[in-house]
């Protein structure tokens, strides 16, 4: 633990994870970092040669007053070796708790999930394990214009942003968007191509495939469908676990999606149900729920665009890093 008075307002953060792809969280991050006046130095342990000797190096010679990371971007004995140099936080995006995370939990000096439901867990591997929900980056989403061509591309009565791949997870997300065309509305999906398999074919070629969108969204284009869709259907892979809502709520939100979701334990703490965003339990009053505000333009229109201000006021990304510094500057290793 670091007693060095220079911890008493950090103000620089070395920032490990995957920066491979623009959409990567790490961007995010970063952007909210900087606009909280923070100095922000990257590491993608993927991109670098010997990455745990060459983080250690970069730590060294940058004196970053603390370490962020998210997964296992290096091994976990990397982090031990860091915390000699500066205080290891562990933002941990996913809710679940695979095999290979408790060693990083115990590594780290103050680790954060999103599932609030997991803290019992977390803590009994770390005392100092803390809810911190995803958000969202509007910088990345801006919205330059809509045309013509936009409105043939990403108009849909019903939108759905996700993986239909063939994990356990994803195998009831098939069944639901299959009601949702039985009910004759015009749906479009987008994300991943299904994996071209033997089993898959009657997929790929259905009405499933039929309704693919053609390609993953990120950015100008999934504002567009957040904004073009009259619904932004939504399911989180683990809606029994209090608040675990993923980044998709914000960002879809967060561009002016009217957003139908699978109920989340603790959901109405963040945003509110009926007047921010649209809950269902079960796909029966999913249904009914699809079917009602595809009638109601009105109401379609209030929420979205509270829901929409709701997000740009308490849950972008220069929020979110504020909280996670606040956390860090009352905790005990940053002594006052």
């Not at 004196?63 to 990371?69: E, P």
């Not at 100008?220 to 683990?238: G, H, N, P, Q």
């Not at 945003?271 to 009053?285: G, M, N, R, S």
Request: a neutral charge; glycine letters at 6%.
């Amino acid at each position: 633990m670091m007693s060095n008075d220079r911890l008493k307002k950090p103000k620089s953060v070395l920032l490990v994870t995957d920066f491979s792809k623009p959409w990567s969280s790490g961007w995010y991050y970063k952007t909210g970092f900087e606009k909280n006046g923070y100095k922000v130095l990257l590491f993608d342990p993927a991109a670098v040669h010997e990455a745990e000797t060459a983080a250690l190096d970069l730590l060294r010679h940058t004196r970053a007053d603390f370490i962020l990371h998210t997964k296992d971007e290096l091994p976990a004995t990397a982090f031990q070796a860091m915390r000699t140099l500066a205080p290891v936080v562990q933002w941990y995006p996913d809710p679940v708790i695979p095999e290979w995370l408790p060693p990083y939990v115990r590594s780290a000096d103050i680790f954060l999930t999103m599932s609030e439901g997991l803290l019992d867990a977390f803590r009994k591997l770390n005392q100092n394990s803390f809810w911190l929900s995803q958000g969202f980056e509007p910088s990345f989403f801006a919205l330059s214009g809509v045309t013509e061509e936009d409105r043939r591309a990403f108009s849909a009565d019903v939108a759905f942003v996700g993986n239909l791949g063939s994990k356990p997870q994803y195998l009831a997300r098939r069944d639901a968007l299959a009601r949702v065309i039985d009910t004759g509305c015009m749906l479009k999906w987008w994300g991943p191509e299904i994996p071209w398999k033997i089993s898959n074919i009657p997929l790929i070629y259905g009405r499933i495939g039929k309704a693919y969108g053609g390609r993953f969204i990120w950015g100008e284009a999934y504002a567009k469908v957040a904004k073009l869709s009259k619904i932004f259907l939504a399911f989180d892979s683990r809606p029994d676990i209090r608040k675990s809502m993923s980044a998709r709520m914000y960002t879809a939100v967060g561009c002016g999606a009217f957003y139908l979701c699978k109920h989340v334990d603790g959901i109405e703490e963040v945003l509110v149900p009926d007047k921010e965003i649209v809950t269902f339990h079960t796909e029966d009053e999913m249904i009914d729920k699809i079917r009602r505000y595809l009638r109601d333009d009105e109401a379609r229109e209030k929420i979205s665009v509270a829901g929409q201000a709701r997000v740009l006021r308490d849950h972008v990304y220069e929020v979110r890093i504020r909280q996670m510094c606040d956390m860090i500057e009352k905790s005990v290793i940053f002594p006052s």
